[in-house]
């Protein structure tokens, strides 16, 4: 199973992203996806997570900013990031619960893209 994230980029404060996360390989079905931020000299950190079922959890620091969203059929999942702030850059990780063929949970990370917010 492969998880390829993209989307990142630099945009200026107070402007918006969207981040995508893609699984693929031999999945049965997916249980939580999440993204997670680390910024330099900082732990990585939960930004956001989602269910199968669509429930979702935020960290305080984007909450009414950045909203994510999963395609079950496609297997992806997103993160709309809008009113982007200077201490939102990060390298931003894409991770899932995959239930592998053989029916076992196994987690999952992205490779990481790049989110840098300034003037």
């Known amino acids: 199973v492969q998880l390829q994230a993209s989307g990142g980029g630099l945009v200026q404060p107070g402007g918006s992203l969207r981040l995508s996360c893609t699984a693929s390989g031999s999945i049965f079905s997916i249980n939580v996806m999440g993204w997670y931020r680390q910024a330099p000299g900082k732990q990585r950190e939960l930004v956001a997570a989602?269910?199968?079922?669509?429930?979702?959890n935020y960290a305080n620091s984007v909450k009414g900013r950045f909203t994510i969203s999963r395609d079950n059929a496609k297997n992806t999942m997103y993160l709309q990031m809008n009113s982007l702030k200077p201490e939102d850059t990060a390298v931003y990780y894409c991770?899932?619960?995959?239930?592998?063929?053989?029916?076992?949970?196994?987690?999952?990370w992205g490779q990481g893209t790049l989110v840098t917010v300034s003037s």
């Open positions: 989602i269910t199968s079922g669509g429930s979702t």
């Open positions: 991770n899932a619960n995959v239930v592998g063929v053989d029916w076992r949970p196994y987690d999952y």
